[in-house]
């Protein structure tokens, strides 16, 4: 016989993957304990464990109908979320394009804030790309960038005239031409990236 405390142990825990390793015994004392003993015309091992079996299976039936509303009733509640932030974007919105509203409604959280930052994050995103298609469309914008970087010779307008018809011409070839013009500009890349002139 076994004891009392691995008995009780046992029946602690049932349900349909454990039902059949319970006792003749173990099985009479779970059905009394549930109250479904009342109508069995006949006791005996087979009966009864067909009787708790039925019980799991429809325990088991309820707890996923259980598990079913807790999640739908979730789902419901997320959408709810979804649509009240929604709503106080719209909301925020609608605000911003009245100014005067807008210092009243800053003060009452952070929800404001974090929707400007955001707006303005879009704003300058769109700016940055409008600027990007715009110089990719002209051809001649990367040869002027290149031309406004050739930095200018001090000392010799004869130097800023031979740079400005030479624009192919290094800045250290025009400096080179020219007899009175400083020492030549040595480019250099510093850690960073950068092109830095040095004499």
Do not use: W
């Not at 996923?64 to 929604?86: N, Q, W, Y």
Request: with cysteine.
């Amino acid at each position: 016989m076994p004891s009392s405390a691995a008995a009780d142990a046992a029946v602690e825990r049932i349900d349909m993957h454990n039902v059949h390793t319970l006792t003749t015994y173990q099985l009479r004392q779970e059905i009394e304990r549930r109250g479904l003993l009342g109508d069995l015309t006949t006791v005996n091992y087979n009966t009864l464990l067909q009787r708790l079996v039925q019980e799991s299976v429809h325990d088991a039936a309820s707890l996923l109908l259980c598990h079913i509303h807790v999640s739908t009733i979730l789902k419901a509640l997320v959408e709810e979320e979804r649509e009240a932030e929604r709503k106080e974007t719209v909301l925020l919105k609608r605000l911003s394009e009245v100014p005067g509203i807008m210092r009243c409604y800053a003060s009452r959280g952070t929800l404001y804030v974090q929707a400007r930052l955001r707006r303005e994050r879009e704003e300058r995103k769109q700016a940055a790309l409008q600027r990007s298609i715009a110089r990719q469309s002209d051809p001649a914008y990367f040869a002027s960038k290149a031309q406004a970087n050739v930095p200018p010779l001090k000392g010799s307008s004869a130097g800023a005239a031979a740079a400005a018809a030479a624009p192919a011409a290094e800045p250290c070839d025009a400096a080179l031409s020219t007899e009175d013009a400083e020492p030549p500009l040595i480019s250099k890349i510093n850690p960073r990236g950068f092109k830095v002139y040095s004499r």
